[in-house]
């Protein structure tokens, strides 16, 4: 069913419709060269049949007028006139003969197959987005020629809207149309009608045909008119006075809110829902003024629309090509970078390496300097002389094997073994020549002289006072106590101790001589703590033979602290390390922390013991200084660039072994590359203000065509406004001063008072 309600009829003219529908089985006359075909509707006013030219046998629709009022007449005639003028118009139904003097009167029209825009909507309830607006479009041009020549249609509605066979609209009756001098009222369709033309007493306007004309494009979209009520429809039909109808009708568009469905719509933009809004709107002054404005701000839509691209790449295109350009200047910066920090780096670490190899080198010197001092002193005759004797002789090694347990050298019970071993001539003589010994050479960095026999106990023990640098008088509390335990009597990796919980240390070894391990050549001792200055020592051991027998052993401890003569600043500086297996693997021996903990009178090698090098981590060229981890290290924190190399000295036939000693270099990673940084952010600044640069031009050259777009938009409204003007000319030109053709006969009556829409047959809305 259709929604489209006109306004309630008469009883008469009721009745006179019915007797039109009734006695439409036959041709109300005939209509010379015309073959009356078949009865296509009845409306107040007439029937409309299907014709055919006999001739051209083109299909026509002939409408008949069965009322014979002069007001009947006078419309007749005024729609004629109207078709007559808009005879050239492909957007209208053309007339294309009149039957004035037949009974009744007739004229003959276009057919259009299609059949209107209501039948369509009743077929397919809403039309796509393009249909819609292609009809639109169409119709308000439709409209603009109407109004050109000065005619208002005032009762656009979907079923007034013809469609051709290209679907393309026409309009259609014009029964309710008005010139625009005349200053009679003319009702339309409900919800196709603007509220301000609901009004016997209105004049005709642009605006109503701007109101239906958006009402129909809302209608093609959501299936229903704006503001559409079925419940508004029911009770205009049950008022009986058309004033109140036209009241109520008015009441009910001005309060109800604007429509909005059609904003729910897939592809309506916000620009083309506006335009919909400002058609419908309930207000007329915050309507369009006239349908060449609908087609101008289509027209600007459209240009928007197809401009957008131009606008979107007129600003991306820039902004893509500098991003781009960005993009590339980012991984050629970063490449560049990269490079040169890979480059000063490589000559960093060829650098650090040699100078690793140079601090290794002098320190293997040391170390050979050390073991040649064993050497010289076991070719010594004298002295080789004097240690065989006293090794051999069996009264003392009898006490030897009697206090040679190292878990008995606090035991009170056998001090007087000791006092004995001690007391022997022979051991204090040596003592003596051992004394004498290392005040004619005094070895730098010796802090003592240590003779065992084969048992492990220490015979000779020549010391320096830590405070004074010199020989202690008094004989050293570590004679006569053994130390078969320690590594540079073993050779091993680590002092032979076994952690028991109760007696939380004890040494394990052989209680057999022959049975314990003893070094077999040149060895150097695993690093340990001075009981007596409590820093690193290390020592360097020599086995003492006698012929092919191995009867004791020899050794010289040194202190850490200046095998690694390397001082470049906190930039660059050189650490000395373990790297052997054991339980002091890790562990760092020199370092510049040293340096300042002894500066401040702090402990240097306890608090450094848990922070122990990593070797798979210092093995790779970017290193964190654990030690940095000090309160006195924070100055050596941050990525280091490292380089290592090993200590080796010369075995008994002059080849280098590697003593499980390393010398890192390290130096300042943020220092060595703080150059190509700083050449990368002059880059990354000159970069910026290149891009800023292109940046401006590039919004300004998008300003500048936003600007153009503008103007255009602008001379498009004015050369609107102008032919709006020339077509306005051209009607008034027309209604002053053209005649009718003579084939349409003069109405020149004046209307009584009581021609009301209501009694004249216009009132269909």
């Not at 660059?572 to 390390?577: C, T, V």
């Not at 013991?609 to 060229?621: C, G, H, N, T, Y």
Request: hydrophobic share 40%; aromatic share 8%; glycine share 6%.
């Amino acid at each position: 069913m259709s929604h489209e309600k006109t306004q309630q009829q008469t009883p008469h003219q009721l009745e006179e419709a019915r007797a039109i529908s009734r006695s439409s089985t036959a041709p109300p006359c005939e209509v010379p060269g015309y073959s009356l075909l078949r009865h296509l509707g009845s409306g107040a006013f007439g029937e409309v049949w299907l014709a055919m030219h006999e001739i051209t046998r083109r299909r026509v629709a002939i409408k008949f007028y069965n009322r014979r009022s002069l007001s009947d007449v006078r419309g007749l005639a005024k729609e004629v006139e109207k078709l007559v003028a808009l005879s050239a118009d492909r957007y209208v139904v053309q007339l294309l003969d009149v039957g004035w003097e037949a009974d009744p009167p007739y004229y003959v029209m276009d057919f259009i197959e299609h059949g209107s825009l209501e039948d369509l909507l009743k077929a397919e309830g809403k039309l796509p987005l393009a249909d819609a607006l292609e009809i639109f479009e169409e119709t308000a041009r439709g409209l603009m020629h109407l109004h050109g020549k000065g005619i208002f249609h005032c009762d656009l509605k979907p079923g007034n809207i013809l469609l051709d066979q290209d679907r393309h609209p026409r309009l259609a009756d014009f029964g309710q149309s008005r010139l625009s001098n005349e200053a009679l009222p003319s009702l339309g369709t409900l919800f196709y009608m603007a509220p301000e033309q609901a009004d016997l007493s209105a004049l005709p306007d642009a605006k109503w045909d701007v109101y239906a004309l958006g009402a129909v494009f809302y209608s093609m979209l959501t299936g229903r008119p704006p503001h559409y009520d079925q419940t508004i429809t029911t009770e205009l039909e049950s008022s009986g006075d058309i004033h109140q109808r036209l009241e109520k009708y008015r009441k009910s568009i001005l309060r109800s809110p604007p429509p909005d469905k059609h904003r729910t719509i897939p592809g309506v933009d916000r620009q083309l829902a506006d335009i919909i809004d400002r058609c419908v709107a309930a207000n007329p002054k915050r309507r369009f003024d006239s349908v060449q404005s609908i087609l101008l701000a289509v027209r600007q839509r459209q240009d928007t629309i197809q401009r957008r691209p131009l606008l979107i790449l007129g600003l991306v295109g820039p902004l893509l090509l500098l991003s781009v350009l960005m993009v590339f200047g980012w991984q050629a910066y970063r490449r560049a970078v990269l490079d040169s920090d890979i480059a000063i780096t490589q000559k960093a670490v060829e650098a650090n390496r040699f100078a690793a190899r140079l601090a290794a080198r002098t320190a293997a010197e040391q170390l050979d300097g050390y073991f040649r001092e064993l050497t010289e002193l076991g070719r010594n005759k004298e002295f080789s002389r004097a240690i065989v004797e006293l090794l051999r002789d069996e009264k003392f090694s009898n006490l030897g094997k009697q206090i040679g347990d190292p878990n008995r050298n606090n035991d009170p019970s056998i001090k007087y073994l000791r006092d004995m071993f001690l007391a022997d001539p022979a051991r204090r003589a040596l003592h003596e020549w051992l004394t004498k010994h290392h005040e004619e050479r005094r070895p730098q960095h010796v802090v003592s002289w240590l003779i065992y026999d084969r048992m492990g106990n220490q015979v000779v023990g020549v010391f320096l006072d830590p405070d004074s640098g010199e020989l202690e008088k008094k004989p050293s509390p570590t004679v006569g106590k053994n130390y078969s335990f320690r590594t540079y009597f073993t050779g091993l990796n680590d002092d032979l101790v076994d952690d028991d919980p109760e007696a939380q240390r004890r040494f394990v070894v052989s209680p057999d001589p022959s049975q314990r391990k003893i070094i077999q050549g040149k060895s150097l001792s695993s690093v340990f703590l001075s009981e007596q200055s409590d820093t690193w020592k290390i020592a360097f051991a020599q086995p003492i033979y006698d012929g092919d027998e191995i009867i004791g052993v020899m050794a010289v401890s040194v202190q850490m602290g200046e095998f690694v003569n390397f001082d470049a600043g906190k930039n660059q500086y050189a650490m000395l390390y373990d790297s052997r297996p054991g339980s002091k693997k890790g562990v760092i021996l020199e370092h510049p922390v040293f340096g300042i903990l002894q500066q401040r009178g702090e402990v240097q090698p306890k608090d450094s013991i848990a922070m122990r090098v990593q070797l798979e981590k210092i093995s790779q060229p970017i290193f964190e200084d654990p030690l940095s981890q000090l309160a006195a290290g924070e100055e050596f924190g941050g990525e280091r660039l490292v380089a290592t190399a090993p200590i080796t000295f010369n075995n008994e036939e002059s080849v280098p072994v590697d003593s499980g000693l390393n010398v890192a270099v390290l130096e300042d990673y943020r220092e060595i590359i703080r150059p190509s940084h700083e050449l990368g952010n002059r880059l990354v600044r000159m970069a910026i203000t290149a891009g800023s640069v292109l940046l401006l031009v590039a919004v300004g050259m998008w300003g500048l065509v936003a600007r153009m777009f503008k103007l255009s938009r602008k001379r498009l409204a004015r050369a609107v406004s102008r032919a709006n003007d020339s077509d306005s000319l051209s009607a008034r030109s027309y209604h002053d001063g053209t005649t009718l053709p003579r084939t349409v006969p003069q109405v020149t009556q004046t209307p009584k008072e009581n021609d009301t829409p209501e009694n004249t047959g216009e009132t269909n809305l």
